[in-house]
């Protein structure tokens, strides 16, 4: 079993629906959650991190995080199709503060 | 703010070759990852540098290797190159303060 499961998609839905990337992972220990968006042959950007339970919103962007089911999401409103592209969630934790990833979902949202 | 670069963009190898990627961290980051991506994956952990030193290893064999310098710069150095080497090699800086890391624009390296 995979430390950090992700559904990989693809995922395809029309301009302004809401969409919503999850992830599960099975290791206790990570401390903090993070979403990165990346787009083809670029480097991941940093969407959204936490550190804790519950909601962390960003303009159209929410992060949900379950310490105690281990589930994490990110809600993306109003999608438009400039949102196409990759998300990896990214958990951390432990003195190395290493990153383990999901395996991404790919996007694509419909004009 | 600068934030992290890497080069080259772009690199074909031979099987067998050695190669060398480079890496700037952002200002103010003390701390380098490095991450191999594989097609349709997700970023694998290479190793990490603080303070010039190694600081966590992932699963990767020792032909694997790296540097971080005063400056923060760092390399990545892998020997012997094989097939399944090939992939998009991530730099990643970050504070020790704060687990969040920044990624620059990654290294696609192609082995032939």
């Known amino acids: 079993q995979k430390e950090v499961e992700q559904d990989p998609g693809p995922l395809s839905v029309p301009e302004g629906a809401i969409v919503s990337l999850n992830c599960t992972y099975s290791?206790?220990?990570?401390?903090?959650f993070m979403w990165y968006r990346q787009y083809s042959r670029k480097g991941p950007e940093l969407l959204m991190y936490?550190?804790?339970?519950g909601n962390k919103e960003d303009g159209r962007f929410t992060a949900q995080v379950d310490k105690s089911s281990k589930y994490i999401s990110l809600f993306i409103r109003d999608s438009q199709p400039s949102d196409s592209a990759t998300y990896l969630c990214a958990l951390g934790g432990g003195s190395a503060r290493q990153l383990t990833f999901g395996s991404g979902t790919q996007l694509t949202v419909l004009p | 703010e600068t934030g992290v670069t890497q080069s080259p963009t772009h690199l074909i190898k031979t099987r067998g070759q050695q190669v060398t990627l480079r890496c700037s961290s952002q200002?103010?980051?003390?701390?380098v990852s490095w991450y191999q991506q594989a097609l349709g994956q997700g970023p694998q952990f290479i190793f990490q540098?603080?303070?010039?030193?190694?600081?966590g290893r992932g699963n990767f064999p020792p032909r694997f290797s790296g540097l971080q310098f005063p400056n923060y710069s760092s390399e990545l150095n892998v020997n012997a190159l094989e097939l399944d080497d090939s992939a998009l090699y991530l730099c990643?800086?970050?504070?020790?303060?704060?687990?969040?890391?920044?990624f620059g624009q990654g290294t696609r390296l192609t082995v032939v």
């Open positions: 290791n206790s220990a990570f401390q903090y």
């Open positions: 936490t550190y804790s339970s």
């Open positions: 990643a800086s970050s504070t020790t303060e704060q687990g969040v890391a920044f």
């Open positions: 200002s103010g980051h003390n701390t």
């Open positions: 540098y603080y303070r010039e030193e190694e600081n």
